[in-house]
């Protein structure tokens, strides 16, 4: 995104913004990606498609944008003193249902994603990337308090875990993550192979 | 499936069903699941319709069979003494060309599952658990070495480990899976996580 864009965009108050961002993902969940149009939305939002174009540029890059605003909290804001104690507060924030409708959302946007090139592309740019930087700074924190090792060859795979944890469950287990899967996909795969053991133990016998 | 459907695919020779699975996936990668038809899969394989659905009861169980009967080698029927050589030997059969072509095949697959429950389930049935079933094998022999704790948790997300690091690539990196990226993964986060070292390495310091 150009630094214009960035200037347009800030002439919304974030309170607008936001009132955005909501509708457009209630109207993709009613509708799914293809039928949304940004004549539906203007409608929605009481938002002229003009100010919608100036404002975002297309389609793909406010859905993208929307996905990321309604994350609860992002990785780099948390810093509670621990690797483990950060990634327990990015899931103390979600509850069951919330990760079953991201789930459904996601599960349709992933389609919509193959038929769209600019909506991948939006998604991996807007949403996916600032998630990893903000990983990277969870992380370079622990790294550097010495919790983690920073030639751990995982380090450059937190993303595929993390993203691999959320998407797979539904096609092995026939369930939707829950924060119950996710907290325990974190203890016994996530923390271990960061070398972060356990917090009731020592290190591992043998 | 019932012990009388498994009688009565034993009548075909195994090269004759083998024939057929190929058939079914040309005809897959070629129009997509939801254009595939029974019609057009007896007219490829010179084959009545009335013997593919006496055989596989339709198209969402055939295409789940074409799938695991075109895997190059199934985990249970690898023993080489050792789980890091028993994972490797499972990539080595692979190559990067089929590798991009059976991620191109699913993803398609992934989103017709979603509009096909019945795809989703006999995708379940015949090529998850079945797999998952030869993971545990091959698995149980490592803890039975004494190379794995039977105790360790990470045992029970094997599979939501290999599929995540399957498919989560092309969208964190834009980039189908290789060789080269699933055998750092199984280098950088499976074997660490099971507790199997590098081959060249003592135990991690700290």
Known sequence: MSEAAVERRSRLTPEREAELYTSTLDLLREVGYEALTMDS??????????????????????????????????????????????????????????????????????????ANPDLLRAFRELMVEPERRGLDVVLRRAVDRGEVRADNPALG??????????????????????????????????LPVLGVGPADDGPPAG
Do not use: N
């Open 157 to 190: 795979y937190l993303m595929h875990m993390l993203v691999g944890a959320f998407v797979t469950r539904a096609v092995i287990e026939d369930r939707p993550p829950t924060v119950a899967y996710l907290t325990s996909y974190l203890d016994a795969v996530i």
């Open 41 to 114: 939305l203007a409608t929605r939002s009481r938002c002229s498609k003009a100010t919608l174009y100036r404002q975002w540029g297309g389609k793909a890059e406010l859905v993208a944008r929307a996905l990321r605003h309604q994350k609860p909290v992002h990785a780099a804001d948390i810093d509670t003193g621990s690797l483990r104690g950060d990634f327990h507060a990015m899931l103390t924030v979600e509850d069951d249902s919330r990760l079953a409708r991201d789930f459904a959302l996601m599960r349709g946007l992933a389609m919509a994603m193959h």
